[in-house]
């Protein structure tokens, strides 16, 4: 990032008060801003920063009044909060979408077409009859199987792994070394104690607006589909396995497995390290705590499970702070006991 | 694939009834049949769909007697859920060896050896010293270190590491980035407080006919090697630490940890997020319920475990269903109490 | 690794009985020792075996009298068990920093620099304006975005990702697949039951002798960074989210996940399979058992935790032995209401 302080105020529509032909080239909290940031002061508890940060300019409220000596330069606007995050959204949206064209040695393969904006980094590779939108970054040693399909404004991370027939949609990112369409883990027992692996020929689709986390796979579906429907956010270190589906605008936290051809609903929050069992279906807005190990489909929407195997989120807030006092049971027990004996 | 129907008709040992000359290029659910693929009829409950099928050819059994005029070409044969499977892995099978030769840039270092019928994608590494068999597929981006063998038809998806000296068998699949040999974790505290590192200089071995998922790490010994055996099948994002050795025809779910030197038998079934603690040795047959926690040896055959911590299934699943009643448990508790206080 | 008896007896200073001039290439166990291999003798227990081993050489007391012949050769040093971890150390110090050059292709962008007796394997990537220390090791496939800092004598293994503006210390050891720097999971929810993506612009910042497991997932910081202070140990397949802060000499065993924004004190051990909710605060030198779930901040030093969700070792060793025996604890409350309704 590189603009003046003129310019900034001009994206947010802000007025500038003192130096306006600063560069700008970070953003920063205002208690650590150094020259060259910018910063901004919402909560006024902050006020005192104002006058010690060494940020080149602070973005303030149009209502805002310095009791003090100012030595950055401020800019005005309606909502300082707000016209800071926007000055973040388009300083990352920058960020992200940087890179163009196409670094060497990277491998394209026959009849893959690649839309305009676009960015191969070194050592991708694209295999064969690809479809690739415009404005899409496939970073350094990225792998696109053959028959892949890409949306517009797609981020590839360095080491994402997409096999085979796999369909990404619009405005996905895919954090790195994630694996999208790997083959499921379909295994048939043999008389002799052996397995017969069970062919895996599906793909994985993944709708858009979809987020896929660091080091997360997901697997392809036997047959069909598994699917990531739109907005749905996977957080790192997460397994999807084979013919799964995931709702609408669906949050999982790190960590959770779902376990073959279960179904979980749209508008559900998933807690980290969450295990799922298969062939279940989950209702929208259903809301599943840390660590549970859901065993059961839940039928009821807006459903709140906890605990190993899960149940409801308060029946199980009760046993488990009996459990922390069941030594403590046992021993009234004991003693209704003795009493009873006499 | 492609194939005519006449082709796939003598594969399979069936006979043909419509045009044998049509071109089949996929399979399919008879449900979501389309132009070019073929699919099945074996559940007569999905006789309805061979009348409306978009699909090329479809497979019946010999007994069959289709009650309507049917579009599609038809392929009698004995049991047509079985011939059905057999076109599946046959297609499977020449999709994931399709890929023969060398593409360029890939780096193979002095003294190694790869096999006929072999394949090394752009961008694969193969250190120094490896010897590779025949019909061996090193996906693009994968890597391969010194002195490493890998036995015939085995499969190295993208991304996969492998790391020196280590032993891959015949027939294994190693999926995208999963890691094989890298150090374990070993560390001498100090009496300042900070940890030392404990060389770790064995290798892994994998027995032939083994599977390992995506994102799953296997650590080396710290001498020795750590060992999976024949026909083992490990899913995604799973841990195994140095020394560890995993049984015959042992099956681990995803995101499942087993410490260091711990040993498990054959044939035992372990669900997903399981967690072994180190040092324990583990019966053959040996059963674990998903998320539980194994902190004790077993020794008896065929064991069924459940629970973190883990103990006997059934014991485990009478104390879970106590657990939910544990409020009102203490109640009831509560109200004898006062009755005796009388 | 290919030495003399002699050189080997030299390093350690210990006095040579038998062919000093044999070439030594491998470490063995004394019971597995073959030609080429040194070996050792600490525990007499072992003593049968060094009068059939095949090792070239054996480490053993100064104090040890042989009571046989011996064909190996053997070295006389202070303490044998100390003189062969020092080799071992020597040994894998070698192998580690053995690799020194650039393999091509290999691509390094404008602006960066790297040190004296580096290396930078094929197909690794580095990106601008990185400062790369001496002695650093980059193997292949690994990637550095953009502003990288890299201290002495750090090793990077193969498929590594480190992302734009990380700052790595000297000494550190990055495991294959392992991900640093990745966006965090930041999502505001918007009225239209969307998220809308949080811009995550910070970094992380790995201190001095840090290692870091494979496939494990470190997320950079909103704003600011999230650090993993010197000496701090991490396994495999760990989940490090934005913003937290992990102590000095912090160990943490496989498949771990630390929520945004928790700090972890210094000297603490964390076992495998571990969950920290987010915005918490753990004392210095708290120990947390495997797969338990930590809800809250812990005040005071050298607590140890456990169990989901964690409390007190002690209270929780206790109340899961009264978990195994729920079942017959309900029944004595069934039969204490028998008699008190007569």
């Known amino acids: 990032m590189e603009f003046t302080v003129k310019q900034i105020a001009t994206l947010l529509g802000g007025e500038v008060a003192g130096n306006e032909s600063l560069t700008i080239t970070g953003l920063a909290k205002i208690e650590e801003g150094q020259p060259g940031d910018i910063s901004f002061l919402s909560n006024l508890k902050y006020e005192p920063h104002l006058y010690t940060t060494q940020a080149s300019a602070v973005i303030v409220d149009r209502s805002f009044e310095p009791k003090k000596p100012v030595a950055s330069a401020l800019i005005f606007v309606e909502n300082s909060y707000s016209a800071f995050t926007r000055l973040l959204e388009e300083y990352h ?67 994402v792994r997409i096999l085979d027939n796999c369909v990404i949609g619009r405005n996905c990112v895919i954090h790195p070394n994630a694996v999208i369409g790997s083959e499921g883990f379909g295994f048939a027992p043999q008389p002799d104690g052996t397995y017969k692996t069970i ?70 929050v998933i807690a980290g390290q969450v295990g799922f069992a298969g062939h279940l279906t989950i209702a929208n807005g259903t809301k599943v705590g840390a660590q549970s190990g859901v065993g059961k489909s839940v039928e009821e929407e807006g459903t709140s499970l906890n605990s190993s195997p899960a149940f409801g989120l308060k029946e199980s807030m009760r046993s488990l702070a009996v459990f922390r006092r069941l030594p403590d049971l046992e021993q009234r027990v004991f003693k209704l006991e003795k009493k009873n004996e006499k």
């Open 199 to 268: 062919p895996q020929l599906g793909n994985v689709i993944l709708e858009d607006n979809v987020n896929v986390g660091s080091n997360t796979t997901i697997d392809c579906a036997t047959m069909g589909s598994t699917i990531i429907r739109q907005g749905a956010k996977l957080d790192n270190l997460i397994q999807i396995a084979h013919n799964v589906e995931i709702g609408k605008n669906t949050v999982i936290a790190a960590q959770t497995g779902v376990s073959g051809s279960t179904k979980i609903g749209d508008n559900c």
């Open 93 to 159: 949206k920058q960020l992200i979408f940087a890179r163009v064209g196409i670094e060497q040695p990277s491998y394209i393969g026959d009849g893959s077409q690649m839309g305009e904006q676009g960015y191969r980094g070194a050592f991708s590779y694209v295999g064969r009859n690809c479809q690739i939108g415009s404005n899409v970054k496939i970073y350094p040693q990225a792998y696109v199987g053959n028959n892949v399909r890409i949306g517009d404004n797609t981020i590839i991370h360095p080491g």
